[in-house]
Structures are given as C-alpha cells and as structure tokens.
C-alpha cells in the first residue's frame, strides 16, 4: 500500500491501469466459473479451453497442499485428478486486491475463497486465499502464477476447529 | 458541478484505493501481523469500534487491543466484500461500507460470524488511512449451534 503518485501519468495510462484492474477481475473469476463448471462434469472438454487458454503455457499452479505443477500439461493433469474425485465444487472467489506493475504488462492479485466442494460424496467447506501472477499478452491478461494457501477443508459436520490454520506458503 | 475527465478518472482510482486498504486490513488481521503494524493502518487519532469487543482509540490502543486477540481467537478469516465508497475528493475523506463474513476458532470451538462495516477514511500525504472502523455484530456463534437461539456470546 504505497503512496502512488497519479501526477507522473496521463489520464489515459491512468485510464488504462483501470482497465487492467477490472481485466484481471473478469479473468479471475472466469478461472472460478469454468473451474467449477468442470468440477461438477458440466463440460466434456474440460479443462481443455477454454479453460486452459487462461493460463500462459508455462504457468504454475501451487499450494500448501497439493505442491508445485508447472506448464500446461502438469496443470491438465492436476485438474483432471481433481475431477476423478470431486461431483460439485463452488469457488465463491472475492475480495480482490489487484496490483499492476508500473511496467503495464505484469500484475499480482489476492483474494479470498470460500469453497462449497463434494468429495468421495462428502460436503466439504475449504478455505483458501490467492496470491497469484499475472501477465499480458498482445491478446490479453494470462494466468502466469497461483499460490493458493488452504487454511482449512473441514467436513460440514465437523467445522475447522481441529485442522486451521494449515501451515501456510510465505506470500 | 460538471467533473472534469480527470476528476472522474480520480474518483474510480480512490474507490479502488479504499477498497484495497480495507482488503489489507482483513489480511493483516488474517496473517495475525503485529498489533503495531495493523494500527498502522489507521490514523494517529483513528478509532476501532468493534461493538461487543470494545472501543480503541489511538494507534496504542488499537496495537495492544490486536496483539492480544490470539489468546482467545486462534484462527480467522475476514471474506471482506461489497464494497459502497462515498469519496470527498475536496476534503480528502472518505466513507465505505462493507460485508464481512468469518469463519474462525474461538476457544478451541469453531465459529461463525457475520459483520457489516462502516468505516471513514482520511487521505495523509497521498495515503488513505481509517480515521474510524466500525463493525455491527449480527452474530457470533458455534458453528454447531448456528444464530438462531443466541446470536453473540454471553461472556
């Protein structure tokens, strides 16, 4: 949160880092939307794009949990196992916090997820936040990098008290 | 008053601005940073009002009230969202309201709770600050008892 100075730009290139902000919002949650449309078996070609046309070919996917995969093809296979055991997943996905880089074409993004998930049949609320990557091409802003530390995946009928918080990534 | 092109250029960019200051709120409390460097984001003068939890004014205050929430609250997260930001650009303050849902620990106990916030805002040396964070409890109950019979603890 450092003091920005507004006064070094034009309006446009003010304009634009607004732009961008809202870009990578409308990219984020179009990451929860097909995530969960291929989690709950709505989409046969899933994840192949759209969904994975969202990430840069050599992104990476990481968390707490589930370790580091990278390049496109270890993040096909990282969600098609997702999908081998969950039937429902909501990722309800808020409260961004979006910086763009002064360079305007590399940004970093934090939000928070609150996930409602049936796994082997079992409800499951999972808690986690973002601290992703991002870059942008001649077509757009990609996914380069999420980080996504899991606090807690409690069983609905347990609450979290025993498991959070799970030890967590540095940001 | 007609705005000029620049004035309403502004006026996005502090709504943001206000946005991610209380975005850094939730996630200094959520990372369980110092009492020091959460009062940070508050005024000299600023003030904490957090209902059934008590009214903290100053950066002390507020510091010494955080560093020992831990002794009761082992674990939260702030889903802070929904953000409603009235900015004064001529006088440099601001208002917001937020919704705020939390999962959390409370004595070894899982909890729910549910706030609305309605802060206010001054901006010092080109930096916003909460002059004022004033959070409304709608409930605060055992996970396993939900807000139906009691909605905040007795003690």
């Known amino acids: 949160m450092a003091a920005r100075s507004f006064s070094e730009r034009t309006v446009e290139q003010r304009l634009q880092r607004l732009e961008d902000i809202a870009s990578i919002r409308y990219l984020k949650h179009t990451y929860a939307i097909l995530m969960d449309a291929g989690l709950c078996h709505e989409n046969e070609a899933w994840p192949d794009a759209p969904f994975l046309a969202l990430f840069a070919p050599d992104a990476v996917w990481e968390s707490n949990v589930h370790g580091r995969h990278e390049g496109v093809a270890a993040l096909r296979d990282l969600f098609t196992g997702w999908a081998a055991r969950l039937t429902f997943a909501k990722h309800h996905t808020i409260a961004p916090s979006i910086d763009v880089a002064p360079s305007g074409v590399e940004a970093t993004g934090h939000w928070y997820t609150w996930e409602t998930i049936t796994s082997g049949g079992a409800p499951i609320w ?3 936040t973002y601290n992703d990557d991002f870059v942008k091409r001649d077509d757009g802003w990609r996914i380069q990098h999420i980080r996504s530390n899991i606090q807690f995946r409690a069983p609905y009928h347990e609450g979290w008290a025993a498991e959070a918080p799970l030890p967590q990534m540095g940001e | 008053m007609a705005q ?79 953000h409603a930001v009235d900015v004064d650009l001529e006088a440099n303050t601001a208002r917001g309201t937020w919704y705020m849902w939390e999962p959390a620990t409370r004595n070894d106990e899982a909890y729910l709770v549910a706030i609305t916030y309605d802060d206010e805002f001054r901006k010092v040396g080109g930096r916003w600050l909460f002059t004022l964070s004033r959070s409304t409890y709608h409930f605060m109950c055992p996970y396993d008892k939900g807000w139906v019979e009691q909605r905040l603890p007795p003690d």
């Open chain 1, 126 to 128: 999972l808690a986690a």
């Open chain 2, 4 to 82: 000029t092109l620049e004035q309403r250029v502004l006026l996005l960019e502090e709504i943001n601005a206000i946005d991610r200051l209380k975005q850094e709120y939730a996630r200094t409390l959520d990372r369980y940073d110092t009492g020091e460097a959460f009062a940070a984001l508050f005024t000299p003068d600023g003030v904490l009002d957090i209902g059934p939890m008590g009214r903290y004014e100053g950066r002390d205050a507020i510091a010494g009230f955080f560093n020992g929430v831990r002794d009761t609250l082992s674990f939260f997260l702030h889903y802070t969202m929904a």
